[in-house]
């Protein structure tokens, strides 16, 4: 006998989110979630997305990848604040109610879940076109809340990671692709990058439209410039391998869905950072400095101007 | 020239959002939104709900509707734990950026949550299927937070203002049935009732699946019994013309939609409730008693069975 909504909610949500968390007053199950609020010093980092089917993935993605990726996306914006991830609600629109697809949902979520000991408190499952919305509440002490906004010219602007994988999983063919089609469906939010750069970044975004138009978010809210030595841009082997040096290095300023991080940080930080990228075994590279001025040069390292790619930036509509 | 979707941001959300609470350190337009914690004492209420086209709504409906309801449902869900609307995301998928569209729902949006002075502090906008998700964080004092599971035995039941006309105005027909129209598109969360018995209900959720179903929640989650009088149910004399009396009974016990408050409380309560209801311009009407056991009885004025209807809440799928 198939489970009715109710008893699919109990299975796979309620009882995975149970939690010894004395700051969970009332989880799931009542017409809110009561939490206590964290401890003096500390703020809360609200922020919530949408994935849409054969919109932010293929509804015939495995349910698996888009439990993560619906959780990840999220996490990243908490991890561009500094933020450690806390409280989880999850609104589900499913066109069916179909228990072994909701099993692999659940299973791809809550394993990032609790790799990051956050809790579920709640949600909304309704009936319509395949869409999740998941909100995420983090806490940072406020002092070391990292803003797009704290930029100064001298600044170094680094990435964690590769660029330009995730974009080319969109297009790319042949078993050597694997690597690329993972970045795309299992993206890593950079929560302990996040977490490290308390206290040492300026100004942090995280890079999910495109690494122009993100950096162009710092940028105008920095209301500084910046200098990208496209040279400089991490790329991986299997992107390398993929195609021409020249579209790579495109796909690293203009793909999305990286969720990496992208940081202004003093010069002055260079040693402590590939110190901690060992720590933390994710490597970061220096791509260019904040200017005075406006808008985004990009320069190779050999002084020349590179051409600016036609799309810059995930456009929505 | 149309605009793009971050002027339309900046346009119809953000220059809305402006705020002077002191508690919001960071609104719409970074990664995450932060929010200095409320004072000792209190906790924050977390809650979110979808309404996704076609099922919820229709289409067609006015986008002022449609704005003020996906606020409304979830602002009902802080008043049935006695919380006070604080903060507000939202989460918008448009299948096209229809600026008259989206200028009329932000008034419709607008309208509520000034009206209960709090706040947007960020969201998302996707390209999909037309569905809303707004999540909201409420404040309440920890100690009187209301929720399904404190009803005592010998409790009486109470419900406010009136059921059965959102259900109705479903299927009702002809130009007296305005009202009933009115009721399900802009319903009233009932945040001052839900303020006011602060302190005096023991158990509380708001009728959005129909009476005997969120009722049926307080009884599971208190592991009580009720008794219902039928000829109590408090019904609109617009219901009333539009049907005969058993099937205005019937929508009044099964009918979402409705979002008033059902709550359980102390039979000596019954003087201040009134008084309170002059107060607030908001009739309670007690339905019915909390009993031993479990399950709803019920029964009529003169003591008899009434048939149980046949649809007990609506199912999402």
């Known amino acids: 006998m198939s489970l009715n909504e109710f008893e699919l909610v109990d299975l796979y949500f309620k009882a995975q989110a149970q939690t010894s968390d004395s700051d969970v007053i009332l989880g799931i199950g009542d017409d809110a979630a009561l939490i206590q609020p964290p401890a003096t010093g500390e703020v809360l980092a609200f922020s919530v997305d949408t994935l849409v089917a054969d919109i932010h993935f293929h509804a015939t993605d495995p349910a698996h990848a888009i439990g993560y990726k619906a959780l990840a996306v999220n996490f990243s914006d908490l991890a561009a604040m500094g933020a450690t991830p806390r ?44 869409s999740i919305t998941v909100q995420v509440t983090g806490t940072v002490p406020r002092t070391q809340a990292l803003t797009r906004a704290g930029a100064h010219v001298g600044d170094v602007i680094y990435v964690t990671g590769t660029l330009g994988d995730a974009a080319a999983a969109l297009t790319a063919r042949g078993a050597q692709c694997g690597p690329l089609v993972q970045r795309l469906q299992y993206p890593t939010a950079r929560i302990n990058w996040g977490l490290a750069l308390r206290g040492h970044a300026h100004a942090m975004i995280d890079i999910s439209d495109g690494l122009l138009a993100d950096l162009g978010h710092i940028c105008e809210q920095s209301k500084v410039g910046a200098r990208i030595n496209v040279d400089r841009l991490p790329l991986s082997s299997v992107l390398r391998n993929e195609m021409d040096y020249a579209s790579a290095l495109n796909l690293a300023l203009t793909g999305g869905d990286d969720y990496e991080l992208c940081f202004t940080i003093a010069p002055t930080q260079a040693d402590w950072l590939q110190q901690t990228a060992q720590t933390l075994n994710c490597p970061v590279q220096c791509i260019g400095e904040i200017t005075a001025g406006s808008g985004i040069d990009l320069v190779t390292e050999t002084g020349e101007s590179w051409p600016e790619p036609t799309k810059s930036g995930y456009q929505h509509f």
Chains 1, 2 share one sequence.
């Open 87 to 130: 409280y989880v609600l999850l609104a589900l629109t499913l066109p069916t109610l179909d228990e072994a697809w909701l099993a692999e949902f659940c299973r791809g979520f809550f394993t990032l879940l609790k790799e990051h000991r956050a809790i579920l408190i709640g949600g909304d499952i309704t009936h319509g076109p395949l």
